[in-house]
């Protein structure tokens, strides 16, 4: 357990809110603010970053700072550099946590992770989602109920093409036919990835109750401890390499 | 996150204890003694419990009171209560934490939760333990190196038959040959149940800093969370049903 | 692989057929000739039993002979001898394959080895049910599309109180605002177990193709093969112990 | 079920081979052709291919015949084409089988599959390995007994820096004192993957019956079926959106 607070890094692309007045009016200090605000609340030590900062705001020495990464982007994935996109995987092994939001499944990074597409299927239709818990003992069920509900949101819908998650969390039901695997927790090196569904950019997903206690409780579990410092390569054997009889 | 400390109930047989000197010897006040002891050092609220107290020790009001219950029986597993051992399942699937220690494979409350045998393969033969995690992420291998070696331990050995477990987290080398799944952690409803090789009676493998490490470890991981309130049977509909158009 | 026909015991409580003309109508030879029927066109050489076949028609012999066992009941899962359950039991962790099939969810064998209640949420109100496929790579997903109707069912819903799948094929959409985790594998021992959610009693269900063919798919998912031989108890070391050093 | 041959493209690097009289005595014809050997033997369609071939012999033609590809590959995993491991890549998320040998654990596709550094502990000292079987049910255990001993092998030791397998199917000890996950399944897409750790170029491990029998299995097990195809992109929901009533 970590005596002092976890530093979280709330990552967001930031650029939907510089063209779109709807976004504007929604999020108006950016999708980063509302979503750094209740993680705040909740104790964390919290820093944002753009797209648009140097680097990203993603340079080695705040990444060397940050205990968990939360990313949100879209349209502009393409523009994150490839090479900062190796920098943070390389920290997500090393044991940073990585909380990847709503399309942020179509970001680098979460498909570097991954190793596969992350396609999905999705509708604009102001739908209602409910999101189901199926993993009532997870430490990312903290303090919901059986489900909650999103009034209004994006759907996403299955197939997802991502690896069968590690631990499955949360299933969503959408009013027009779909479900979606929206809580989704992997392991990578000494790292955690806690993939979560809602937030489109156009929704007061970000100052829902309960979607904010997910994201908290994600950040909370994806936090390093004081896990194994991993050795590779050229190993020596057990003292004496036993004798062969074989 | 709990604030209040973790309720720890310490379940020991305790009849090697009282019959076999070498073992009276090692562990002077009983197996729960030596398991109990760490397990306060780390601020967490410890009683302990025997199968000849009455009602073994786990009465209604006892399992209440308990958040993690932590299990070690080996000579007398047919003497537990059928009763009682449902008793302990509705509470795990309740939401209390299990942690199963060493021949505690065999017990009825495990078995019962695995639905298998639980059979393996044993050897005493004083043979050095190394211990690997596979799992360097995971909070149980919290403050741990990449392996740790108990010096003699009795051999267990694969094919354990459990189901696969949700989270392989430690395996053991032996130096006789074998190889064996010592960590392993399961969900059963709202509880958590963590399995952990060690502590064959005779050896001083509970005195050993990694393994009560691994012991805390397993505490903090299954201790209960607010997690939600399950509901079962006649369920009613979002508001209204949608019309059928099939 | 196996050369000869899978064998199939296709067993079915048959007692709603007994006594409600709806059921009788529309499974006038009982649901285990309705599901037996498909098996058999698919090459499978297949036998049904009732509960009301002397031991229940799960004999040590039927069970010797049978490689996949599929099960419906409903509402006699008490009157099933706990003698025959732990036998039919030893045979799936000896390497038969077990298909249960909707409210078999309650039955004492899956709960056995399942080791929690299996309870979930239900409600019948002639809702559609889609059901998608969340493991397109899974041979039971063979022969199927993303996903696929049923007209009219009882809803399944979550929370479903069963241990995490070790592989999750398909999750079901309701009209009502439910999602269930529909098709669920499992590993026990030598033997394979699936879940399948559909099959009310009153509706067409298992005269529609796609279901048919997950039946079929699970069969052949669940059917043992040359698997190894295990053995359990006190092991000889590698020739001799090597060393001791420590 | 595929009624046809399965189709294998055997690749190997071919490197070892030109230059070591020690491999060019152990392997005269190639690693290919000697795990090419077995697998007709077994009834598949066997091709080889190396890195010097045109595009490594990996060109869209010959993917598009290949149902499951096996990959051997250690001294020179750089000079394989960016490009054409995303069309490997490609090949397997839409359902080609995967077979990654030994030193292929640091090849350009398993890694990019994986998303990790598949960086793991080595030694070369003559070692006895045995491997047991954890998974006693999985299809890639058919015909094994409870474990198999190759007499002597390079040493692989955990960490294993891969995502937790879906199946871990092979665990393996080394007299030196270190265990490792040596049979490990992963999806990913449509596709299925299998890593087989056995097979250091200078000993006759692809001559050894269990060790083939483990490949056979392994290309059995990840062969595609008829599986669904998978949609991605905007979505029309079920005929109509059914009225929000939020």
Redesign the interface.
């Known amino acids: 357990?970590m005596s002092n607070p976890i530093r979280v890094l709330v990552w967001n692309e930031g650029r939907h809110e510089k063209k779109n007045p709807k976004v504007q009016a929604m999020y108006p200090n950016g999708l980063h603010d509302a979503i750094a605000k209740p993680l705040r609340e909740a104790g964390f030590s919290v820093k944002t970053a753009t797209i648009d900062d140097p680097e990203h705001g993603l340079t080695e020495a705040a990444l060397a700072e940050t205990d968990v990464l939360t990313w949100w982007g879209h349209i502009a994935h393409k523009e994150v550099s490839d090479e900062i996109v190796e920098r943070v995987?390389k920290r997500v092994?090393d044991?940073m946590g990585l909380v990847v939001l709503h399309s942020g499944h179509h970001s680098k990074i979460f498909r570097?992770?991954?190793?596969?597409?992350c396609?999905?299927?999705?509708?604009e239709?102001?739908?209602?989602e409910?999101i189901?818990?199926?993993?009532?003992?997870?430490?990312i069920?903290?303090?919901?109920?059986?489900?909650f509900?999103i009034?209004?949101e994006e759907?996403y819908?299955?197939?997802?093409?991502i690896?069968?998650p590690?631990?499955?969390v949360l299933?969503?039901?959408?009013?027009?036919?779909?479900?979606f695997?929206s809580g989704c927790c992997?392991?990578?090196?000494?790292?955690?990835i806690f993939y979560f569904r809602p937030g489109h950019e156009t929704y007061p997903t970000y100052y829902q109750r309960e979607v904010l206690q997910v994201i908290v409780n994600g950040v909370?579990w994806a936090a390093?401890?004081?896990?194994?410092?991993?050795?590779?390569?050229?190993?020596?054997?057990?003292?004496?390499?036993?004798?062969?009889?074989?």
């Open positions: 357990m995987q092994l044991g570097k992770l991954m190793g596969t597409t396609d999905l299927k999705w509708r239709a102001d739908e209602r409910r189901w818990v199926v993993a009532p003992h997870h430490p069920a903290e303090g919901l109920g059986e489900y509900e009034p209004r759907m819908g299955e197939f997802f093409d690896p069968q590690d631990e499955l299933v969503s039901w959408f009013q027009g036919g779909e479900i695997r992997y392991q990578r090196g000494r790292g955690k909370n390093p401890g004081n896990s194994p410092k991993l050795i590779f390569g050229n190993h020596k054997p057990l003292e004496v390499i036993m004798p062969h009889e074989g």
